[in-house]
């Protein structure tokens, strides 16, 4: 049986900064806090955990003092960076250089629209730690919108500025901005450019891996996704090899594998998401090698 590791899935380059400034942090402190799980991966959190990171919530950072913070690739509002001041924590920010450079767009947009008593409109997964951060750049007024019902909040008489969290699919992206743009001709009569305004913001790092990830899981016999439960991004990635290939199965890590998934299999995949380390990838690769060994026992 053969079993081989997409060669584009773990880290993207935001996470796998993060997790090296953190690393390199902790060689010279004993303890160093993040502000929220550095990665949506409890097996990453684990590891970071027993290397001195302590993951802590807004509410923690408010009564913290005269210590260093980690921000994580998803970046922060402005009000994070204004307690940091006033508490004299000194930060240590891994925000993705990619989404720093939504922020500024997301707070450039804001001010005109305010301006022009428009709407900034933010496609994403509402409380999702990018979004928080988004949305801060608008002093909370940002809208946001994951499901259809979501664009019943959206005054469609004003104009309308659409940005999309970086790690959704350029599908729904589009998707959306064809539903808005038919909801503003329903009100208005007409669509123009100062109507509407959508603006791709899609990571093409992330949303290049669907397409990836849907060759690689036709190339396998069984495809095995892993990826934290609580990643968004996992979860998405794992319905297009599965939407490729129905033996295709999620799993956190290799305690979950199942050895009636391998029977007859030939070429096995696996895969993950953009929280994905590598080395856990190369655990349950070890583990299904063991898996073969103790079949090839049995049969024998």
């Not at 022009?116 to 496609?123: F, K």
């Not at 104009?159 to 729904?172: C, H």
């Not at 934290?228 to 297009?240: E, P, R």
Request: charged residues 30%.
């Amino acid at each position: 049986m053969e079993v081989t590791i997409d060669k584009n899935s773990g880290y993207c380059f935001g996470v796998e900064f993060a997790i090296k400034m953190a690393e390199d942090e902790m060689e010279s402190s004993d303890q160093l806090y993040c502000l929220g799980d550095i990665v949506h991966n409890d097996m990453e959190v684990r590891r970071l955990s027993d290397k001195g990171l302590v993951v802590i919530d807004r509410e923690k950072l408010q009564n913290l003092s005269d210590c260093k913070v980690l921000i994580r690739a998803h970046g922060e509002p402005p009000e994070t960076y204004k307690t940091a001041i006033e508490n004299n924590i000194e930060l240590i920010d891994a925000s993705c250089p990619v989404v720093l450079k939504l922020q500024h767009r997301v707070k450039t947009a804001f001010d005109k629209m305010e301006r022009n008593n428009g709407q900034i409109v933010i496609y994403g997964k509402k409380g999702h730690a990018e979004v928080i951060g988004l949305t801060g750049q608008t002093l909370e007024k940002a809208i946001v919108v994951m499901e259809d019902k979501d664009l019943n909040k959206i005054d469609f008489s004003r104009p309308v500025t659409l940005f999309s969290q970086t790690t959704k699919s350029t599908k729904g992206f589009y998707e959306l901005k064809s539903k808005i743009e038919d909801r503003i001709k329903e009100a208005k009569g007409e669509l123009n450019e100062v109507d509407f305004n959508a603006n791709d913001s899609i990571c093409r790092q992330v949303s290049n891996r669907e397409p990836q990830l849907a060759k690689f899981s036709t190339e396998n016999d069984v495809v095995i996704f892993v990826s934290g439960k609580k990643s968004s991004n996992g979860k998405a990635l794992y319905q297009v090899c599965k939407g490729v290939n129905d033996k295709s199965y999620f799993v956190e890590n290799e305690t979950e594998l199942d050895p009636s998934w391998f029977v007859n299999a030939e070429k096995v995949g696996i895969c993950g998401a953009t929280s994905t380390p590598m080395w856990l990838m190369e655990r349950v690769m070890q583990h299904i090698h063991s898996l073969e060994e103790g079949m090839l026992l049995t049969n024998n």
